[in-house]
């Protein structure tokens, strides 16, 4: 089956891969409690320079206390966080050489766009010409000319969103810290802003830390990812490590769709395992040292790796039969739910890809199907 | 009965809506303001009531306009002492005003820091006084600023100081009693602005460099401005035409126009000369009230 096409990103960008790259930012052992609850806890993490690094996780996994210890809006219980080698533990928000994108965008109400952005450059003794020059450039960068004399309450929410990063950045601070960056803006204009949010991080090289919600976000804009549960990192990596290769079920679950067969190791052969699940015996290739057979595992299948057929395939790949429970057309891709045959009667998600605008053969509520997948489709989850 | 999605349920007409408060204004203020009026522009006379000319119906309207003059407002200007009471009025308003302000804003902004479950507490300890009748917490005042009271007492026990203090009946009582008096009109106004500040805002001025002190003058006071301006009014506007305080905590030499008019009024019964000097108080107060107003508007605009 024709599943080995273009999809798979080839980046150049990976100073994390190479030993001898140097860290700008590095949180070692950190640990953060308020009264009983531990909003971080002994994460250690380490930021390159040029970076645009994700924090993604639910409400209160704690990314954006980390990010907060890093303005230095909090101080951390333990460890350290270094900066270009620096401690910044006793150092105050406002000498720390960062600049932080605040989710309500906190724009002076009471000062001009003009003000707003010049407000960190007065702080620094500048010059009146070069304040003016600068925040002239900024105005400039965020595609703002002309709106130098409005008042926040004059701008729509996009404009906000522009003048508090044209605010933070005229400083020119070494990492740009961004608080759920597109949380406020609707749809259309989160996509449009985020791949200005990219192109501006290239151009300037500067480090990105970005704690969103949001995992498409993080997706589309992140060079890494660092995905976050109950105050510690679950995994780090860039998307399509993230996506493709989650290190445990609760990453395999919080990014994206994933359909998950509970079972035990029938047999281990060099890379090829079985697994004996409720919906049948299933082979995935993957190599994973000290498997043994009676252990409890599970196989996670991403809902587009899977394929929809009327009749029984043959092949090597993996099989198996149920009925068409649910049908939902999003337009680029169908989501099909099928309740395989048997006791457990499990229901998988499909994603069919819509390529042709109609089709000879179309699916209906109820129907008998085949579902197929690779053996490299799937993903071991042990546990 | 309602019949139609188009019709009113009620035929409230707007006007009704809108003229209600002023029918109101023109009843208790407009018109009484006329009467004093009146009165400022008539001559005293031994009559009742003490002035004169009376309203003797429309036939000789003319001549009693005519009897009507500005005696009362010249007397005002060709005596100094009426400018002098003013002016002491306006100082002694100004000072107390400025004090209350140094200890309000400090006062409210601590309140507004405090933890949120807190401040319900917090503010009903503010407004606590008003539960006890203002003349009984002027007294308690005479109690204790009088020579051998409380404070002097007080004072002595704690060795400060050996001959007692002569508080009572000077200007210094007068500024004490008032600023204790009107300190809640200052923390309302002054912690309703501040607990409204939205502390992003400080973090933001943190993060961009700004130090404790830089955040303060321009984030804080800005954004506490209509707080202050509602308290400063708030505060002078009642202070300058004071005269319980005066009367009860001041001496011979504070001179306040409210003492000033209560004396007229009742001492000397000259109710045109007491009228002319409560209109030319009001026309002192409403001066910097139109002006602020002015302000608000070109501020919300």
Redesign the interface.
């Known amino acids: 089956m024709g599943r080995k096409s273009l999809g798979n990103i080839r980046r150049s960008f990976a100073p994390w891969a190479d030993p001898a790259a140097i860290p700008q930012v590095r949180f070692e052992s950190v640990t953060k409690r308020f009264g009983d609850i531990t909003a971080v806890s002994d994460l250690t993490l380490s930021l390159y320079p040029g970076e645009f690094h994700a924090l993604l996780g639910p409400s209160g996994c704690g990314k954006t206390t980390l990010m907060r210890m890093l303005?230095?809006?909090e101080a951390p219980d333990s460890g350290r966080i270094l900066l270009d080698g620096q401690d910044l533990a006793g150092i105050?928000?406002?000498?720390r050489p960062?600049?932080?994108m605040?989710q309500?965008y906190?724009?002076?109400?009471?000062m001009s766009v003009f003000d707003n952005i010049a407000?960190?450059l007065r702080?620094?003794g500048l010059a009146r010409e070069a304040i003016a020059a600068r925040v002239a450039e900024m105005l400039a960068l965020v595609k703002l000319d002309g709106f130098a004399g409005r008042r926040p309450d004059q701008l729509s929410g996009g404009q906000k969103q522009r003048v508090a990063l044209a605010?933070?950045l005229a400083?020119q601070p070494k990492v740009l810290l961004l608080d759920e960056p597109l949380g406020a803006l609707d749809k259309k204009l989160r996509e449009e802003t985020q791949y200005e949010l990219m192109d501006l991080q290239a151009e300037l090289g500067l480090t990105f830390l970005m704690v969103t919600h949001d995992q498409d976000e993080a997706m589309a804009m992140a060079d890494r990812i660092s995905v976050m549960e109950r105050g510690r990192i679950a995994q780090v990596g860039a998307p399509e490590e993230i996506y493709e290769m989650p290190a445990n079920r609760y990453v395999a679950e919080f990014v994206g769709d994933i359909n998950i067969f509970e079972g035990i190791v029938a047999s281990v052969e060099g890379e090829v395992i079985r697994i004996d699940s409720p919906a049948g015996l299933m082979v995935l290739d993957d190599p994973s040292p000290g498997l043994a057979p009676g252990q409890k595992a599970s196989l996670a299948l991403r809902p587009e790796k899977i394929d929809i057929l009327t009749v029984e395939p043959d092949g090597p790949g993996n099989k198996a039969a149920g009925e068409i429970w649910d049908i939902g057309y999003l337009g680029d891709f169908t989501m099909v739910q099928v309740k395989l045959d048997g006791e457990a009667g499990q229901l998988v998600k499909v994603a069919l890809p819509n390529r042709s605008r109609k089709t000879e053969t179309p699916i209906a509520w109820d129907d008998r199907v085949w579902l197929s997948w690779d053996v490299e489709a799937g993903i071991l989850l042990r546990g | 009965m309602r019949t139609g999605t188009g019709t009113r349920s009620w035929p409230a007409p707007r006007w009704l809506v809108v003229a209600l408060p002023y029918a109101w204004l023109l009843a208790f203020f407009l018109l009484p303001f006329l009467i004093v009026l009146r009165i400022a522009l008539s001559d005293t006379a031994r009559a009742l009531p003490p002035y004169a000319p009376h309203w003797t119906g429309w036939a000789e309207a003319w001549s009693f306009l005519q009897a009507l003059d500005l005696e009362s407002f010249a007397t005002l200007v060709g005596d100094s002492l009426y400018l002098d009471a003013y002016l002491s009025s306006l100082r002694i308003a100004a000072t107390a005003t400025l004090i209350a302000l140094l200890i309000a804003f400090p006062l409210a902004y601590a309140m507004a820091s405090a933890p949120r479950r807190w401040q319900p507490a917090l503010l009903i300890l503010v407004i606590l006084p008003f539960w006890t009748s203002f003349l009984i917490r002027v007294y308690a005042w005479m109690a204790i600023l009088r020579p051998e009271g409380v404070l002097d007492a007080l004072l002595r026990g704690l060795g400060l100081i050996e001959e007692p203090l002569a508080l009572m009946n000077t200007e210094t009582a007068v500024l004490i009693g008032m600023v204790y008096s009107y300190l809640p009109f200052m923390v309302l106004p002054i912690y309703t602005s501040l607990e409204r500040l939205?502390r992003?805002?400080l973090?933001?001025?943190?993060?961009?460099?700004?130090?404790p002190v830089?955040r303060f003058v321009?984030?804080v006071i800005?954004?506490a401005r209509p707080g202050i301006y509602a308290g400063c009014f708030l505060v002078f506007v009642p202070a300058i035409g004071e005269f319980v305080i005066p009367d009860l905590l001041g001496g011979p030499e504070t001179l306040m126009i409210g003492k000033v008019l209560w004396t007229e009024f009742f001492s000397n019964r000259d109710w045109p000369l007491a009228s002319a000097v409560a209109i030319l108080l009001l026309l002192i107060l409403a001066v910097p009230l139109l002006a602020y107003q002015r302000f608000a508007r070109k501020e919300a605009a």
Do not use: K, V, Y
């Open positions: 303005a230095g809006f105050p928000p406002h000498l960062t600049n932080m605040f309500s906190a724009l002076f109400p009471h407000f960190g702080q620094g605010r933070a400083r | 939205d992003s805002l973090e933001a001025a943190a993060d961009l460099g700004a130090t830089r321009s984030i800005p954004l």
